[in-house]
């Protein structure tokens, strides 16, 4: 059984852990600890979502926790009910130094169907994209969509559900003191843009991520039947935020604004939006001659992959999910690319 709050105050076991919060819902229980805080102004650290039991199957069971670290200034509070201190006491072997949770992390571990949701350690939502097959590129399109060849995606992998935010990318400068990019102006939910290969990549590092490669990216986007866009083959304006329908503050919308627009394993804006950087070096010929199971790129080049179009300078066309674009991985002038993150195993 989850312990309900009693709402009495008790010390906890770790000078790290301060408070705790409990919430339920249907299938789901949260816990929300909080620890002490060395940056006042921060009002979130590290999201930590995790699987396990408590009192119930153990960690590793079959129930689901959330936690949460949400550490305020000041001095340390201490507040929750007693049975939070026991299970903040017995949370403590599955932290580390770090405060991250060991061993029982729900990206640690593989999804069992498509769209499969979990938090991944930046906070963001990712969905589970199951091993398979589908034929990368396209006939119709540009000459580097050519050949349409085969491609094995031979391990599931967790891709973000959405980009990341401005308000996580917010978090992850307050945490390493990277520079917020001046021309992502748009509110907390929106895409964080403006943002160099190289900073896509550090910030996934910095949470044990990765970008996607480009044969990942594009499965996730068009999925076994080798759909041309993330919903399906027909255009359909309405279903992302592009040149013809804008945000409302004339750019980018909050992510995952078109739900209608999800693509077959649950991923959010894979058209439009903003761009997503992937892993790979860019070659217009490199379909010629790709490995058929998890190609990696070329080894080397000058550009850097992005994938699946924004709102500025784009038309339909460079929407459709087999169209590739492509920049030098140090360019930070551009306020229409962003990235989302992978874990992979
Ligand atoms: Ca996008």
Redesign the pocket.
Known sequence: MIPEPTGQAAPFYSPELLSARHSTAPGRAAFSLSRRETRPSEELLHPLPCVGGFGGPGIGGEKRYGVRFSGRGGRPSVSGACLFAATAWLLQPFLSPQGLLEGVRPWDREGTRPGEEIVGPDGSPMVWVPAGEFNMGWERGCYDEKPVHRVRITKGFWLGKV?VTNAQYRRYCLETGAKFPEGSAQGDDH?VVDLSWDDAVAYCRHYGLSLPTEAQWEYAARGPDGCIYPWGNEWDPTKCCWEGNKGPGGETYPVGSFPQGASWCGAL????????WCQDWYSPTYYASAPRADPPGPSTGHCRVLR???WHFVVPRHLRSSYRHFCGPTARDSYVY?FRCARTF
């Open positions: 980009a895409p804006d894979m058209a439009g939006n903003s761009w997503d699946g179009g924004s962003g």
